[in-house]
């Protein structure tokens, strides 16, 4: 059973440019979390999707945006890239209608130049 | 609000002693708890969650957490650690009404000393 995975492993932007960061979540699982965790930090929390839509948003300003496929599979897009935006983008994935416990994916390492 | 403070942000330990590392959270709603280790480099493993029932909650690879209301804090303890359990440790609580945001402390990193 695979768990949930993340793609690109690592990526390198230059500032002001866009991003997408994807995600397929473990098998079973409808709702995708995705995390900000800048280096030394604990995870943030950017947003929460379920059945297509956003759930719950976390404190990351409207450049941070995403998606959510019929799939369950899930995108993260970051525009206008700054240099504070560098750092571990983590997805998480929870059973069929949510539940208290996330699995989390292996991150996506981004680092703006 | 919620929130999560990791009193320890190093905690250096030497091979086969136990070790302790502290958790507490703050909550206005029921919580559930968790702790996930992170290697260098990978993502985060679950290591045990509390969601109700005993206080004292058993986890993988030999760890286990108490839950204590009254002094709102989730210690993780180990009896006997292994150089392998050299990580970055987070503690995180969730239970915010309609949603299932997690929020994390900032980690402590435990070094295991030969």
């Known amino acids: 059973d695979a768990g949930v995975t993340q793609s690109p492993t690592h990526l390198i932007k230059t500032r002001g440019q866009q991003v997408t960061l994807r995600c397929s979540p473990k098998?079973?699982?409808?709702?995708v979390s995705w995390y900000q965790q800048a280096l030394g930090q604990g995870p943030q929390f950017i947003f929460q999707y379920y059945e297509e839509e956003e759930r719950q948003r976390g404190n990351f300003p409207d450049r941070f945006s995403g998606h959510q496929f019929p799939n369950y599979s899930s995108e993260l897009n970051v525009n206008a890239l700054l240099l504070g935006d560098s750092a571990l983008y983590l997805c998480a994935s929870s059973p069929v209608g949510g539940g208290y416990e996330q699995y989390f994916g292996p991150g996506t390492r981004l680092t703006v130049t | 609000a919620q929130s999560v403070t990791q009193l320890d942000s190093q905690v250096p330990v030497f091979e086969e002693a136990p070790v302790e590392l502290r958790c507490n959270y703050s909550?206005?709603?029921?919580?559930?708890l968790f702790w996930y280790v992170q290697y260098p480099n990978q993502g985060l493993q679950l290591l045990l969650k509390y969601l109700s029932g005993s206080t004292l909650v058993k986890g993988i690879n030999g760890f286990e957490a108490e839950f204590n209301k009254s002094q709102t804090s989730f210690h993780l303890r180990k009896p006997s650690v292994h150089i392998s359990d050299t990580a970055e440790y987070f503690c995180a609580v969730s239970g915010s009404p309609g949603g299932n945001q997690f929020y994390f402390g900032t980690g402590t990193s435990l070094t295991v000393i030969p």
């Open positions: 909550s206005s709603v029921s919580v559930y």
């Open positions: 098998s079973g699982h409808d709702t």
